[in-house]
């Protein structure tokens, strides 16, 4: 049986994700299927997904856009009582949180593929469930060096 690389896994997850998204645009119905789900499930395993949809019902996620272009950050807070705002880019597998840089980065062989913070900010994306916040150049940028600073 040939191993799933990464590579692999993140086609697989992108396929999935897209075609999600695609049906639901494309659809007066704006939840998951079953089948859905189930995937999602396989893909995410289900505790790091059930995290996911718990950030997407609790908390208030925004999508912040640099006025007249396609630039985009997700931020939302963690839970109660660590308070973490995460800031994320909505398409990049990356996130600063201890279980990403312990179970993803630091790990031999990885068990699992992202964090429940990704796939949330994912989801409510796909989803619709976003606060969007459009802002001018200047305010984007000061809100992405937070995420990535520049030299």
Not at 72 to 96: D, M, R
Request: overall charge negative.
């Amino acid at each position: 049986m040939q191993q799933i690389t990464p590579t692999i896994l993140s086609e697989v997850i992108e396929k999935v994700l897209n075609r999600i998204e695609e049906r639901l645009l494309n659809s007066h119905e704006k939840q998951l299927t079953t089948q859905e789900y189930i995937e999602l499930n396989v893909l995410f395993q289900e505790e790091v997904l059930a995290k996911a949809f718990h950030i997407i019902d609790t908390q208030t996620i925004v999508s912040y856009r640099q006025e007249n272009t396609t630039n985009e950050l997700i931020e939302f807070a963690g839970s109660w009582p660590s308070q973490t705002v995460y800031k994320l880019f909505p398409f990049i597998n990356f996130c600063h949180c201890t279980f990403f840089k312990d179970e993803i980065l630091k790990a031999p062989e990885p068990a699992y593929y992202t964090c429940e913070h990704v796939i949330a900010a994912r989801l409510a994306r796909i989803l619709n469930k976003l606060k969007i916040e459009i802002l001018p150049k200047h305010k984007f940028n000061f809100i992405q060096k937070q995420i990535a600073p520049q030299d």
